[in-house]
């Protein structure tokens, strides 16, 4: 029965998440691993992109190479790393193709793995947890904002989370019962992850601790200390094999190594400015995934997790420590800790995404220690369950078909450009929505200040263009400046731009938010 239910959450995450793609523009980045993945896929040049690695531009070019988009021409061009977004610009509006399919086309990837995200999070968490707990966790997973969100978008990070929750998980079977056949899975799962996105390395010091854990329940035990390191050498060779069949018989896997060099000393010595609650910080604070956190999952989240940190502490003071070292939840516990310390420890404040791959691995936590209150707590504990479930899915539907620009109860009303903003809640989703308003309220021209990497143009939007992250608009102007102002959340929160040009619309009350993410302004009206 409860197998029946979980394919039916599946069912109903993939109605509500891809029919709200549909109606969100593309996103800042993600018009790159499309584009740039159907060209490598046609001449075999994977070099436009080297800050990722090579796995993106092979699952998310695959559609568009598959439905033979046409490409941009190379002759008269030099198309490298620099000119990326030009080169997957031209591709979704200047090369003949229509730009919306190209759109939908490369995001069904995301949606896949979107949906293989909550389908994993029940069978994983069934191993451990009772069938109705486990369909909890996947109903929580289901529930998140930021998953309805980044699942409809064509970029790597539900992948990432789908492989980390996969790949924790197969390494801590290999490291209960270490057999061949375990150490292949994991090291499959942990070339996903490590494939599509360089903190997916992340899992193998989540490996580290699983086996330390286990050898300490362990005793000693010299046969398992055996097989462990036979299965770790079966892993390291698999995991590298597979690596090298991504990048295409490399053995020496150097562009790879190339990458995560460049990154890693990038990260180290750049600072990037960061934006929380109206305030602007080079290398940003500690405490911001935990505040964006807070503000990005619903309050009735909160709540069930509150009750699973109580069950846990009561859980702990009658169990033996030895027997909790390898109890069944020890993996997401070990993954959700290591990757929140990660996160904290980034200096990359730009996003809750970057921590969307903790997320799944907390929804099994939660569950796991409000199904334990529960069966002890009797109807009082199951009702407040029950209302607080209720109360996240009317928290996160209620931002349906905008779930990025999702802010919690937390944020009691106060607007994007003073609360969060970048990808977390704006990353220039609102085109398709401001061509739905310009046209329901006969506007024929805006003038427009957009934080994003989308061509308005190809939305069918006339506007007079206002400084934006990137250059829109290429031809000057004429006629009469247009009523209405349109600014993206994050350039209004003076992220990014010199000399922060729209302070004076900041204390102005908008005529309305499109989009979720889109403040348009009535400059008549404007004091």
Known sequence: MTTRLAALLVTLFIIVAGSAMGRTSTTFDEIVFP??????????????????????????????????????????????????????????????????????????????????????????????????????????????????????????????AFAVLVGIYALDAMVREPTPRRATVAALAFALAAGIKYSGLVVLPVAGVLVVLEAIARRGDRRWCVAVLRAGGVFALVAYASLVLIYAGDWRLADYMQG?????????????????????????????????????????FHVLAVVAVIAAVLASRAGAWRSWLSHGARAPAVGAALLAAAAIGSRLNIGMRHALPLLPLACILVAQGVDWAAARGGRKVAALAGVALFAMAASSLRAYPFFISYLSEWAMGRPLHATLVDSSTDWGQGLAALREFMTANRIERVQLGYFGTAIPEGYGIDFVPLPSYFAIGRDAATGPAPRFAVVSATLLAGSYLRDDPYARLRGQRPVAVVGGSLYVFDLQAVK
């Open 35 to 160: 584009a740039v993945g159907a060209r490598a896929l046609a001449n075999g040049d994977f070099g436009m992109v080297n800050d990722h690695p090579r796995l993106p531009q092979l699952l998310l070019g695959m559609p568009l190479h598959l439905a033979g988009v046409k490409l941009p021409p190379e002759v008269g061009h030099h198309w490298n790393w620099y000119t990326r977004y030009q080169y997957s610009e031209y591709l979704y509006w200047m090369a003949g193709n229509a730009g919306e399919r190209v759109t939908l086309l490369s995001r069904l990837v995301g949606l896949a793995f979107g949906a293989l995200t909550v389908a994993a999070t029940f069978f994983l968490a069934r191993r451990h947890m009772r069938p109705g707990a486990a369909l909890l966790a996947a109903t929580l997973v289901a529930l998140l904002p930021d998953m309805l969100a980044h699942a409809g978008i064509a970029y790597n990070d539900v992948p990432l």
């Open 260 to 300: 995560l060099t460049e990154l890693s000393n990038s990260a180290l010595v750049q600072s990037r400015t960061a934006f929380l609650l109206g305030e602007h910080r080079d290398g940003g604070w500690w405490y911001f995934f935990p505040v964006a956190f807070a503000l990005k999952t619903p309050l009735g």
